[in-house]
Nanobody, 119 residues
């Protein structure tokens, strides 16, 4: 099993910044990609940003130019968020496509961290 733990959420005023971090642990052979998703009240979970092992990134149009995803090692990812808007308010979830030793690739999720942006 793979566990993902997020940190760094909180309350910030519009225009402010936050940095989310996610650390993976457990029985990990390889993590192929990591990413961040978010879910606002009454809405479906949506992709925010992803990063592959080769460093390729993908962003939702709504966050391009304001958010930056990075991986500081094979098991950690960060999401730097600037110029935050009230519509960025959501629970942010870390995601990993990972293989355990001898097992298939699976999707893993963290427990989520709340980001609230006040106007």
């Amino acid at each position: 099993q793979v566990q993902l733990v997020e940190s760094g959420g909180g309350l910030v005023q519009a225009g402010g910044s936050l940095r989310l971090s996610c650390a993976a642990s457990g029985s990990i052979f390889r993590i192929n990609a990591m990413g961040w998703y978010r879910q606002a009240p009454g809405k479906q979970r949506e992709l925010v940003a992803t990063i592959n092992n080769d460093g390729r990134t993908n962003y939702a149009d709504s966050v391009k130019g304001r958010f930056a995803i990075s991986r500081n090692n094979a098991k950690n990812t960060n999401l730097q968020m600037i110029a935050l808007k009230p519509e960025d308010t959501a629970v942010y979830y870390c995601n990993a496509h990972a293989l355990s030793p001898g097992g298939p690739e699976n999707d893993y999720w963290g427990q989520g961290t709340q980001v609230t942006v006040s106007s």
